[in-house]
């Protein structure tokens, strides 16, 4: 028997062989992302798509693959599973899990049901924002051995390629990532900015570049893009057209071996690779404008727990002072990088990430220049609260766009920006 490959919707498939039917993240919750993100097309039934499986993989933390709220209700209908994630250290999502109920366990080295095996390759780049997985998974059926790979939507180095390509070996078909989500550009520019739409289309094509570059060191026998598909909701939905993210269908202009599944049980099998239901024409403009206007009203989750009238109560110095001490000690940001924080209408934080700074926080006058380099950072400050307590974690807000950065010069400082999640108490 082959495996074969049933599709949901984002990153959410089911691959079944003879001997087991794996769920892989699914997320069905709407307004992840601390309220931020909502499904476009939306999946009436999920429940009823999925059906009943043995094993659920979950590749990692971000909400739109990691959904406590969906798997508590799929095990309500049924029944517990067992969760398989990638061994990380330290296991966010592990210690997350516990947290939210759920026991998974975390896959050390391959394991073997009936003829079937999976292995979990953790991304692994030396960071501690490690996070990301792959799953190989391959069946024997005496005649050969099958192969699906799931990458989602791991952002792979060449070194993570090559270990990815050592562990699956001969590729039947491979899911991978096609484009971006993220903040940029459409947080980092203003609308009416004329680079905001040449960054977009330089974000798109980038990912587009890079899910090549995978699919060319894997050599899959069909390649599926998919995962990150989501439109952005409540105060943010003017952003949508900005943020440079593809159709899939797109990747069929340049990749003569992709296939787009059709949302909500589009297949294709390892024996035959024909698939059924599949999409060739990208989602209808006015689909997608009739979506946004549905979202459009929706508020942020900051903004259903504190009024703006409850704002001047927020002891947000006394909060921001110790958040700035943890912050610098993980720190690792080797020269001068401000980041300057409005925390009232007259006044700002003006932080230095350098922990080798003499001064790490400073509060100032809104109407104060900034010294260089610097991210300017607009934000809500109940929001902000919650970052600092950690009710909110800042890399859920940078992927949710929930807040705003000017950047000078506009230049990404990768150790800079990890230093904000680390800014809480």
Same mark, same amino acid.
């Given at each position: ?16 062989? &003879? ?35 043995? @094993? ?13 709220? =969906? @798997? ?9 599973? &067992? ?55 391959? #069946? ?21 390629? @090559? ?25 980092? /520019? ?17 990912f587009f570049e890079r899910y090549k570059t995978l699919c060319n060191v894997i050599d899959a026998k ?31 202009? =340049? ?50 727990? /504190?009024?703006?009238?409850?704002? #001047?109560?927020?002891? @947000? ?12 000690r993980k720190s690792a940001v080797e020269d001068d990088y401000f980041f300057w924080i409005p925390i ?18 400073? =509060? ?11 991210? &300017? ?7 902000? /609260? ?19 950065? &000017? ?11 990890? /230093? ?6």
């Amino acid at each position: 028997m082959s495996i074969k490959v049933k599709y949901i919707y984002s990153a959410c498939i089911v691959t079944e062989t &003879r001997d087991l039917k794996i769920l892989h993240d699914p997320w069905f919750s709407e307004g992840i992302y601390d309220g931020s993100w909502y499904h476009f097309p939306k999946i009436d039934d999920p429940l009823k798509s999925i059906g009943d499986v043995d @094993l659920i993989y979950v590749s990692h933390i971000h909400p739109d693959h990691y959904d406590p709220e =969906f @798997l508590k209700h799929y095990f309500d209908a049924f029944g517990k599973k &067992r969760i398989i994630i990638a061994d990380h250290k330290p296991n966010y999502l592990a210690g997350k899990m516990r947290g939210d109920g759920f026991e998974a366990e975390i896959l050390d080295t391959a394991i073997t049901i009936g003829k079937t095996s999976i292995e979990i390759m953790p991304h692994i780049t030396g960071s501690a924002s490690d996070i990301d997985s792959a799953i190989i998974i391959k #069946h024997d059926d005496d005649n050969r051995i099958h192969s699906v790979v799931n990458a989602n939507d791991i952002i792979f180095d060449e070194a993570s390629r @090559l270990a990815l390509k050592k562990i699956a070996g001969n590729v039947d078909i491979l899911l991978c990532g096609y484009t971006g989500a993220g903040p940029y550009p459409q947080t980092y /520019f203003d609308t009416d900015d004329s680079e905001l739409r040449l960054e977009a289309d330089r974000k798109k094509n980038s990912f587009f570049e890079r899910y090549k570059t995978l699919c060319n060191v894997i050599d899959a026998k069909v390649n599926i893009p998919f995962a990150g598909k989501y439109l952005l909701g409540g105060k943010l939905s003017n952003l949508n057209r900005y943020r440079g993210v593809a159709d899939p269908v797109e990747v069929l202009g =340049f990749d003569t071996r992709a296939v787009v599944l059709a949302d909500d049980g589009g297949e294709i099998s390892t024996d035959l690779l024909s698939p059924t239901g599949i999409r060739t024409e990208s989602y209808s403009e006015t689909d997608i404008e009739d979506r946004i206007k549905e979202i459009s009203d929706e508020k942020m989750d900051y903004e259903r727990l /504190f009024s703006e009238n409850e704002v #001047h109560q927020l002891p @947000l110095k006394r909060v921001l002072i110790t958040a700035i001490k943890n912050a610098v000690r993980k720190s690792a940001v080797e020269d001068d990088y401000f980041f300057w924080i409005p925390i009232s209408k007259t006044e700002a934080a003006l932080i230095n990430a350098n922990p080798n700074s003499d001064k790490s926080l400073a =509060f100032c006058d809104i109407s104060e220049g900034i010294p260089m380099p610097h991210s &300017r950072i607009e934000i809500d400050v109940r929001y902000l /609260f919650g970052l600092l307590t950690n009710v909110y974690h800042w890399n859920n807000a940078e992927v949710g766009s929930q807040y705003f950065v &000017r950047r000078h010069p506009n230049i990404l400082n990768r150790q800079a920006q990890s /230093f904000l999640n680390f800014l809480t108490i």
